[in-house]
Nanobody
Framework: QVQLVESGGGLALPGGSLRLSCAVS????????MAWFRQAPGKGREFVAA????????IYADSRKGRFTISRDNAKNKVNLQMNNLKDEDTAVYYC???????????????????WGQGTQVTVAS
């Protein structure tokens, strides 16, 4: 049984940082591209960042580039999202997702992801 379990969410001040983790079990992480998506209140789920399993390429949504960093540790079966310089608009539920696709250009699209976590809440407020 595949499980993706997010952790690390919480309350942060504007300009602050949080580090999200996704613990993966039931699949061989090095064979999967991993991504983070988020869903803000009243909005649809949107792409945040992804990491390809073959090339190690990482892609980011433009508004997160330079502030967020996705990384993986295949040995520990974990994927992380370091979020710096947080803004109010980063408030959302953050989801970890896994896909077997190797096409980097497709990693932005949630429809291609086979497995999802339950999400972790991030709230940015002063």
């Amino acid at each position: 049984q595949v499980q993706l379990v997010e952790s690390g969410g919480g309350l942060a001040l504007p300009g602050g940082s949080l580090r999200l983790s996704c613990a993966v079990s039931g699949l061989t992480l090095r064979r999967y591209a991993m991504a983070w998506f988020r869903q803000a209140p009243g909005k649809g789920r949107e792409f945040v960042a992804a990491n390809s399993q073959r090339s190690g390429s990482t892609i980011y949504a433009d508004s997160r580039k330079g502030r967020f960093t996705i990384s993986r540790d295949n040995a520990k079966n974990k994927v992380n999202l370091q979020m710096n310089n947080l803004k109010d608009e980063d408030t959302a539920v953050y989801y970890c997702a896994a896909t077997g696709t190797i096409i980097v250009s497709q990693l932005r699209y949630q429809s291609g992801y086979e497995y999802w976590g339950q999400g972790t809440q991030v709230t940015v407020a002063s």
